[in-house]
């Protein structure tokens, strides 16, 4: 088993930490670990670096990755309620 240093994210721990920073604060020991990665890790500030781009053009075209009116509203959609309205009305037949 490989082990690494407790200082010292993984890369998979930085794929999911670098997307969670954009969208809200991160405690400051994990920011400082987080740093320390990206020092001697080339391929996460490449990676850094493009999820910025992707977040700045989506913002300058005006566009969300969710919409957030649907994200927030409780129950399905009108199309998934009539489509399993009408498998259980074949089964039924």
């Known amino acids: 088993m490989k082990r690494h240093s407790p200082l010292l994210f993984t890369c998979r721990d930085m794929s999911h930490l ?3 920073g954009m ?5 400051f020991h994990t920011r400082l670990r987080m740093r320390l990665h990206l ?3 080339v391929l996460c500030r490449r990676y850094k670096q493009q999820l910025a ?5 989506l913002r300058k075209n005006g566009t969300t990755l969710i919409d957030d009116t649907r994200a927030n509203a409780p129950g399905l959609a009108p199309e998934a309620k009539a489509r399993i309205q009408r498998a259980l009305d074949s089964r039924r037949s």
């Open 23 to 27: 969208d809200r604060t991160l405690p």
């Open 39 to 41: 020092l001697i890790c």
């Open 18 to 20: 670098l997307s969670d």
């Open 53 to 57: 781009l992707i977040r700045n053009v």
